[in-house]
């Protein structure tokens, strides 16, 4: 199970331009309860932002992408 002080943690490590793939059920363990909710989906945009990282929804793919700026 993904926690978000572990996502944050290994974020804020990544180098620039590093990307991470966040499933859309792990993305669930880290803010329940995942898709389709706008307040999970706020929460992990303002989240990526907090870690410096640009968001992408890959619906096609059921992931999200966090980049690091």
Known sequence: MLTRD???NYLLE???GHIFDLTYGLF???F???EPDPLARAALQA???D???DLKNN???ARYELTRK
Do not use: H, Q, T
């Open 59 to 61: 619906i096609l793919e």
């Open 6 to 8: 572990a996502l944050k």
């Open 47 to 49: 989240f990526a932002k």
């Open 51 to 53: 870690c410096n990282c």
């Open 14 to 16: 990544m180098p620039s």
């Open 28 to 30: 669930a363990d880290a």
């Open 32 to 34: 329940p309860p995942g």
